[in-house]
């Protein structure tokens, strides 16, 4: 009976310590996506202050905002100095991609839609990163 008991202990800790793993990674991938969401939102902000176009200024205002909420996200998963040092590296290696051009099309292209959905329900992407990382 006691090694019965042991036995169930041991499988249930192992289980435990399995689920946490992917856990962990799960919540890695979300945290990434969630700090190139910030670097585009932060890029598109810029861009659009740039234009110094007061119509534009709401749209320039609402990517601000998301990009804070796509930090703040990521600053459940990880240290603010980290984010912060992850949204710098993610925004030059965006920039770097746009090959000189002014246009954002190309990154609008790849996160627009992709972060307006993350940011809807963040949740549902965490349920969908943990069943992709089992």
Known sequence: MLTQVKTLVLG???????TAAWAGEAEKALSEELIECAAYYQISSEA??????PQMQAVGER???SKVEAENL???????????QAVADAKTRQIKSLGGSSSLGALMGQYK????TLLADPQKRLDYWTMATM
């Not at 990521?74 to 912060?84: C, I, M, P």
């Not at 839609?113 to 307006?116: L, T």
Request: aromatic share 6%; hydrophobic share 40%; with cysteine.
């Open 12 to 18: 249930g800790l192992v289980f435990s310590a399995s």
């Open 113 to 116: 839609e992709q972060c307006k």
């Open 48 to 53: 659009i202050a740039a234009m110094n176009a």
């Open 63 to 65: 990517l601000k905002n």
């Open 74 to 84: 990521a600053k459940k998963y990880n240290s603010e100095a980290e984010v912060t």
